[in-house]
């Protein structure tokens, strides 16, 4: 039975991205995991629909993308393939939000299961009719293994940290703005003097996709140890502060609006490692979604700079290659793989400056840290009340 009080509570905890202040076994597993099998299933019927596309030969798909209403159509499931899957994990935790504000009833619990079983069971053997999976009892142990993943994440709070953390992300995109603006003339004239090299072009049209994928995971390692380093300073910092006052206004509307007035334990009650990590990891998630979206917004640039400004023979000259059909991700684009090579190097290079710059620009962190600091100077206080009340 769930303790009508205490479940709101740990409710709002978990919509601020902090699971682990969370005491006590999960509860509604089933029901908390529907937002990313959701993202999952919607991703799978675009990629199946872009395979189906793809089923055609080299000729073929050449001869089609001439077609511009083609070419559109193609372009638009491109942009689906992320656009689409995010969106049905946005309308899930709707449905999530508004079957969790108290005790689920049975039609959320069944409408779990069904999508569960859906996905795991009826998903591949309707993959198996349109022809885009061979083997369909392979494809059923894959899906089964991605659903006890999604369930996995969802009891040890990965799906709450991961929406705070994009939606903390999209309300400081004024700030990627700013950044941007400061940090792109100074990175453009860098990277786009490497762009006409033909060294760089050499250098990675003789590695593999699988190489070049490498190559851009370290620039990320990079950053994010870099990211990690200097969070965790700040979160000790913010953790070894006196207990920050509960301010009513902030709490106003909250669960724990009703027990301000209690008494609350003397002294801040020390964070343990798992909450420590979760407060430095949504701090990691924030700043690291804004580089990728630094570092996709770059990588678009240079493939559309380089299909205007260089043309095949040169691409060929460069990387002394004949430039081949492009291939992202299992899916044929309109591009060259050369050209797709270069514009990863350089995406991933400008998203590493990105934090960088961020990181010491004192201007970007009083915009972009002190509302987040401020986020968790609140949970601390809040956390304070519901230990108090429940531990």
């Given at each position: 039975m769930v303790d009508r009080e205490r479940h709101p509570v740990e409710q709002w905890f978990r919509r601020r991205g902090l699971p682990s202040v969370v005491r006590g076994r999960p509860t509604h597993v089933l029901v908390r995991s529907v937002p990313a099998l959701a993202f999952l299933i919607v991703l799978g019927f675009v990629v199946d629909a872009l395979a189906l596309i793809d089923g055609t030969s080299d000729e073929d798909f050449e001869r089609l993308i001439q077609n511009d209403a083609y070419l559109l159509g193609y372009d638009a499931l491109l942009i689906g393939w992320v656009v689409f899957p995010t969106v049905g994990a946005w309308l899930a935790n709707r449905w999530l939000r508004r079957h969790t504000t108290g005790e689920p009833d049975r039609a959320a619990t069944v409408t779990a299961i069904v999508v569960i079983a859906f996905y795991a069971l009826a998903f591949p053997v309707l993959e198996k009719l349109m022809g885009t999976t061979d083997d369909i009892v392979l494809q059923i142990v894959v899906n089964v293994l991605q659903v006890l993943g999604a369930l996995a994440v969802t009891v040890v709070g990965g799906g709450s940290v991961l929406a705070w953390a994009v939606r903390a992300a999209v309300r400081q995109l004024g700030t990627l703005g700013t950044m941007a603006s400061r940090a792109l003339p100074?990175?453009?004239?860098?990277?786009?003097?490497?762009?006409?090299?033909?060294?760089?072009?050499?250098?990675?049209?003789?590695?593999?996709?699988?190489?070049?994928?490498?190559?851009?995971?370290?620039?990320?390692?990079?950053?994010?140890?870099?990211?990690?380093?200097?969070?965790?300073?700040?979160?000790?910092?913010?953790?070894?502060?006196?207990?920050?006052?509960?301010?009513?206004?902030?709490?106003?509307?909250?669960?724990?609006?009703?027990?301000?007035?209690?008494?609350?334990?003397?002294?801040?009650?020390?964070?343990?490692?798992?909450?420590?990590?979760?407060?430095?990891?949504?701090?990691?998630?924030?700043?690291?979604?804004?580089?990728?979206?630094?570092?996709?917004?770059?990588?678009?640039?240079?493939?559309?700079?380089?299909?205007?400004?260089?043309?095949?023979?040169?691409?060929?000259?460069?990387?002394?290659?004949?430039?081949?059909?492009?291939?992202?991700?299992?899916?044929?684009?309109?591009?060259?793989?050369?050209?797709?090579?270069?514009?990863?190097?350089?995406?991933?290079?400008?998203?590493?400056?990105?934090?960088?710059?961020?990181?010491?620009?004192?201007?970007?962190?009083?915009?972009?840290?002190?509302?987040?600091?401020?986020?968790?100077?609140?949970?601390?206080?809040?956390?304070?009340?519901?230990?108090?009340?429940?531990r």
């Open positions: 100074l990175l453009l004239l860098f990277t786009v003097f490497g762009f006409f090299t033909a060294e760089l072009w050499q250098a990675t049209a003789v590695l593999t996709r699988q190489q070049m994928w490498l190559v851009a995971g370290l620039f990320a390692v990079a950053a994010l140890l870099f990211l990690g380093a200097m969070l965790s300073d700040e979160v000790r910092t913010l953790a070894g502060a006196a207990l920050p006052a509960v301010d009513p206004g902030k709490l106003r509307g909250s669960p724990l609006e009703s027990f301000l007035d209690e008494p609350v334990a003397a002294g801040p009650v020390r964070l343990r490692p798992v909450e420590r990590v979760n407060m430095v990891l949504v701090l990691v998630l924030a700043e690291a979604f804004q580089a990728a979206v630094f570092g996709v917004v770059m990588f678009v640039f240079f493939v559309v700079f380089g299909v205007l400004a260089v043309r095949p023979e040169v691409m060929k000259a460069w990387s002394n290659q004949n430039p081949t059909v492009g291939n992202l991700f299992g899916v044929q684009v309109p591009v060259p793989n050369q050209l797709l090579h270069v514009s990863i190097f350089l995406a991933a290079f400008s998203a590493l400056y990105f934090v960088a710059s961020t990181v010491t620009d004192e201007r970007y962190r009083r915009s972009f840290f002190e509302p987040l600091v401020d986020h968790l100077a609140v949970s601390l206080a809040a956390r304070q009340v519901y230990l108090t009340r429940w």
